[in-house]
């Protein structure tokens, strides 16, 4: 019996139809748009002007607190300007344009292919290396790596915990990062596993992606043995945080807890390459591998894409939108964001382009609530969705906070189930954002 | 037979009358001593429980008013100077005149002015839609057309138009309780000043984005050139971020503004319409309206 998270969840057809498409290196285009809210928490600070020349991997925005990351050039080139531009929901952010001459990399980057197997950095210089090199979790968040390596006092990481769940249908670039860079994910784990002091680290892969549990497989039992991989039953959302530490160690994180309180660290697969990158080649994140797919696209594809690359550049390359395509979506189908505006460029954490079709998109009529249940049984929290829509409907907070509106992750699941299409997560997600706002706003304890 | 049925009567009178004194008792023990004046002071209220004084409905802001004997800072802006004027008699204080509000809508992105960039098949709400994206039009900072105002309203006041997907303020219903500018994601709508004859001039636009890029994104949009702010003899327009504001309590309606206007985002609102050449005389002008037919 394969494990799997223990309460709700549901079971989307998981359409992998890039899987066996091959990562290409995307080719750099003229100009950059790089944004400084590419992570959770404070934006980063500009550090160039315009007209300023900039290498790759040549720092341009520093980290603004504890809670933020660095932000580097992903080209070499000239500043064009440094201003507000709209982002892919079209609210304006600061961004770094620059116009891309050649390609000239940091003397400090080891450009090289071979593996460095040896880890020489002690676990604090490891923790001041991915912080430096501007590391965020890749698994949708952007929380900057180097706080979650860094457990707040009094509390101790037992397990890491790798993510390569990759549950939401279609997305395919962690699955390809661990079948062809199998040993630098793992050797990014075991970075993490003595930055955080831990012996023993686990690797989450659902059972949909056999040939990945079989090359991690391969090399845990050869040479990384503190590793375990853990198959897992298909079922969404396994990739969040919470679920996937219920099904790889049973331990259940408590409401409003965070991972470290079970004693758990969990990092995606595509952070563990980051995390390699950075610690033993030296090289910032600035690049990611990125899906772009969709039935509607004759040639499914996996590129490893330089950070602030447009999406309508992406889209031209691929032969541009075909007629068919309703909807262009940046991440999975259940929890991605639609992309209203296609001038907006890639942020670190882009994992996926994914072109809908009219059937695919089209909503339907929203009927009555006939109590059926269903949306309580896929809550994978043991939230009651029908009741906090009801709730967030009439604006009643108190109930709304009792219910625990806050531990709603967002991922869908209840609208996914609901036989009468209500939008039940629209409305969960305004009440929870109102209910945090009021519990933000109580003084302190 | 006859004892059984004295026997029910009185126990059941002794039974009641024993019953009626411990009511008695906890009534004069537990009685709540209130302020007759509440009482009266409510029966002015106009009833309608909406929340616009800033009290959760009128019973309560009549309690606020008894107990403090004062009405400063309290309005009710359903009744108007007329009901406060009745409080403030009743309380013995003086009230303060206020001018007469109305809700105002400042975006003019009409269907026709403002060109749809993505379409939007999520929920009906403004709240939703906004929290997702920018909107489904270039500018970020108008209506989004999803009618939260015209939710939130009790009086039925404020209706979007379905053909131009604005909403409209029906001037007559508006009692500016003010919960239309509180459901508004974008901030759009504000309370101004009725104004004489329920003449006012305001800016309806709310994009501060640069001329060109506001112009691009709606026809109506205002640029922020400032040629109102120049025109305006008594310094009521002030252009900040691109976009002109004027200050109802400053603007004596000349309307010179309007005319500079390149865009047509300022709008004059309930003036007669300006007569074309030299004034005609009433009569004349109808005459001639006739002619021409």
């Not at chain 1, 691929?318 to 296609?342: F, R, Y």
Request: one cysteine or more; aromatic letters at 6%; charged letters at 20%.
């Amino acid at each position: 019996m394969r494990r799997t998270f223990s309460m709700g969840g549901v079971h989307p057809n998981d359409c992998k139809i890039s899987a066996d498409s091959e990562i290409e290196t995307f080719p750099l285009p003229e100009r950059m748009y790089i944004s400084m809210s590419q992570h959770l928490g404070a934006p980063a600070k500009p550090l160039v002007q315009k007209g300023d020349k900039v290498k790759t991997g040549q720092l341009i925005g520093a980290s603004a607190g504890f809670i933020s990351a660095n932000i580097h050039s992903p080209v070499s080139g000239t500043v064009a300007s440094v201003g507000p531009y709209a982002d892919l929901a079209g609210n304006p952010a600061m961004h770094i344009v620059i116009d891309v001459e050649g390609d000239e990399w940091e003397e400090s980057i080891d450009r090289t292919a071979d593996i460095v197997r040896e880890i020489s950095l002690s676990p604090a210089e490891i923790i001041k290396r991915i912080a430096d090199c501007g590391v965020v979790g890749l698994g949708g968040a952007s929380f900057p790596t180097h706080v979650k390596l860094s457990p707040p006092p009094g509390k101790k990481a037992e397990f890491l915990i790798i993510n390569g769940a990759e549950c939401e249908p279609y997305l395919t670039s962690d699955y390809r990062l661990m079948v062809e860079h199998t040993e630098e994910v793992l050797l990014g784990a075991r970075i993490m596993m003595k930055a955080l002091g831990v012996v023993k680290g686990y690797i989450g892969i659902e059972d949909n992606k056999p040939a990945a549990i079989e090359a991690m497989r391969r090399l845990t039992e050869s040479s990384y043995s503190e590793i375990e991989v853990v198959p897992l039953k298909k079922k969404y959302p396994q990739g969040g945080e919470k679920q996937l530490i219920d099904a790889v160690t049973g331990r259940k994180v408590p409401s409003m807890g965070l991972p470290i309180d079970t004693g758990v660290v969990v990092q995606n697969v595509g952070t563990s390459f980051a995390v390699y990158e950075a610690v033993q080649k030296n090289k910032p994140l600035f690049e990611g591998v990125m899906t772009v797919t969709g039935e509607c696209l004759s040639v499914q594809h996996n590129f490893l894409v330089r950070t602030g690359t447009t999406f309508d550049r992406i889209l031209d390359y691929v032969g541009g939108v075909p007629d068919t395509a309703a909807k262009i979506i940046s991440g999975g189908p259940m929890m991605g964001k639609a992309v209203s505006n296609m001038a907006a460029a890639t942020v670190k954490s882009t994992s996926s382009l994914l072109l809908l079709t009219e059937d695919q998109t089209r909503r339907r009529a929203e009927g009555e609530c006939i109590r059926c249940g269903k949306c309580v049984q896929a809550c994978p929290m043991g939230l009651e969705p029908y009741l906090l829509n009801k709730l967030s409907r009439a604006g009643r907070m108190e109930e709304l906070e009792a219910n625990k509106v806050y531990d709603c992750i967002e991922c869908g699941c209840c609208m996914f189930t609901c036989p009468a299409y209500i939008p039940l997560l629209d409305y969960i997600r305004t009440g929870k954002a109102d209910v945090m706002k009021i519990m933000r706003s109580r003084p302190k304890k | 037979m006859g004892t059984t049925f004295i026997f029910t009567v009185v126990t059941l009178s002794v039974l009641g009358l024993l019953l009626a004194i411990v009511l008695f008792l906890v009534a004069k023990k537990f009685k709540v001593v209130e302020d007759p004046l509440i009482d009266v002071v409510e029966a002015t209220m106009p009833g309608a429980n909406c929340g616009g004084c800033g009290f959760a409905g009128c019973r309560a802001f009549a309690e606020a008013c008894v107990k403090s004997r004062s009405l400063e800072g309290k309005f009710c802006p359903v009744g108007g100077n007329a009901v406060m004027q009745k409080v403030a008699a009743h309380l013995g204080v003086a009230a303060e005149e206020k001018a007469p509000m109305v809700a105002v809508v400042r975006c003019n992105g009409t269907c026709a002015n403002r060109v749809r960039t993505s379409e939007y098949d999520g929920s009906v709400s403004c709240r939703i839609m906004g929290s997702l994206y920018s909107g489904d039009t270039a500018c970020r900072y108008g209506c989004l057309g999803g009618g939260d105002c015209e939710k939130a309203c009790r009086f039925d006041a404020i209706k979007v138009n379905p053909e131009t997907l604005i909403p409209e303020v029906s001037e007559d219903k508006c009692t500016a309780c003010g919960a239309c500018v509180k459901a508004c994601p974008k901030g759009i709508i504000e309370l101004r000043n009725k104004g004489p004859k329920n003449r006012r001039v305001y800016v309806s636009c709310m994009n501060q984005d640069k001329g060109g890029i506001a112009r691009k994104a709606c026809t109506a949009a205002c640029i922020g050139c400032g040629k109102c702010a120049k025109a305006c003899p008594f310094g009521a327009i002030t252009v900040e971020n691109n976009l002109a504001y004027i200050d109802f309590n400053k603007c004596k309606l000349c309307r010179k503004c309007v005319a500079e206007c390149p865009t047509g985002a300022i709008h004059a609102v309930n003036f007669p319409e300006k007569p074309a050449a030299a004034p005609v005389s009433a009569p004349v002008a109808e005459a001639v309206e006739n002619h021409k037919e």
